[in-house]
């Protein structure tokens, strides 16, 4: 340990190959110590920031919220041990749609991120389908209402029966001896 990393000056010659080596080798060794030595703050509240968006896929989403935890916590989405958090995390912050989907998942399943992803890429792309037979309901509901508004009128010129023939009503005549 004391030749990769001295206490004292070594007196390295970098201008010699096999010490030049041994300076890359201290400077790799001091770069690690700091990058590792001290443990990353826990920021939570930027994790809870990442929402997926509305035309966000279930994959960028989820990459973005792995790339989040890694640079503002110690999370690891490969570790099992934070796979729940990770899991919590996509289906509380996804669209309010794949919510809905993703929540009614039990059991082991319920757990896998991988078994949510293909649930969320299934939604995803039954969207557009979703939205066209909602646009047809909503098409339906509007044909219906004219229909039903123009047999009322229909209806109600029926009652009324045929206009007479003749001068139409003058009314009532007003005051006599005012002209």
Not at 1 to 14: E, H
Not at 51 to 78: H, I, M, N
Not at 135 to 141: D, G
Request: glycine letters at 6%; aromatic letters at 8%.
């Amino acid at each position: 340990l004391k030749d990769f990393l001295p206490t004292d000056d070594p007196a390295w010659d970098p201008n010699d190959v096999t010490q030049r080596l041994l300076i890359s080798g201290y400077q790799q060794l001091i770069l690690f110590g700091i990058t590792n030595g001290i443990p990353k703050p826990k920021n939570l509240s930027k994790l809870y920031q990442v929402v997926q968006g509305k035309e966000e896929t279930p994959s960028a989403f989820y990459e973005r919220l792995c790339e989040v935890a890694r640079q503002w916590t110690d999370l690891d989405p490969k570790r099992e041990s934070d796979n729940l958090t990770f899991v919590t995390l996509f289906v509380g912050q996804s669209n309010p749609d794949m919510r809905r989907k993703l929540q009614k998942i039990e059991g082991p399943n319920g757990r896998s991120i991988e078994h949510l992803l293909e649930v969320a890429w299934r939604v995803y792309n039954n969207k557009e389908e979703v939205e066209k037979k909602q646009q047809e309901k909503e098409q339906v509901k509007k044909d219906t209402r004219k229909a039903r508004l123009l047999a009322a009128v229909a209806q109600e010129n029926q009652r009324k029966g045929p206009r007479p023939r003749g001068p139409p009503f003058m009314g009532r005549p007003g005051p006599t001896g005012l002209s």
